[in-house]
Nanobody, 125 residues
């Protein structure tokens, strides 16, 4: 099973920024929808952001809108999440995901069939 690999997590103070990256060794998802999800302790995995196959259409959870930016580089086969103005409630494990049959934006985690192992983001207040 192809794994996605996330990087860029860490500890940051409230108000700070982090940039997460995701790569898919050995496989390209350049023609598919990709997204970011997060899961805090004791909570369900929740949608954060998604980007369509072309990279021209994006979708965000209300809680991160205007603070986070999702982007992709189809040549490098990478997916990024720029996170600004971080808050303590953003603390979670962040997951990169790909939907191998999707081209338009989807927000339900069940629709994504490839996942990374996650990277921890901790925001201290």
């Amino acid at each position: 099973q192809v794994q996605l690999v996330e990087s860029g997590g860490g500890l940051v103070q409230a108000g700070g920024s982090l940039r997460l990256s995701c790569v898919a060794p050995g496989r390209t998802f350049s023609d598919n929808t990709m997204g970011w999800f997060r899961q805090a302790p004791g909570k369900e995995r929740e949608f954060v952001a998604a980007i369509d196959w072309l990279g021209s259409d994006t979708s965000y959870a209300d809680s991160v809108k205007d603070r986070f930016t999702i982007s992709r580089n189809k040549i490098k086969n990478t997916l990024d999440l720029q996170m600004n103005s971080l808050k303590s409630k953003d603390t979670a494990v962040y997951y990169c995901a790909a939907c191998s049959i999707c081209v338009s934006l989807v927000q339900g985690p069940i629709q994504y069939d490839y996942w990374g192992q996650g990277t921890q983001v901790t925001v201290s207040s």
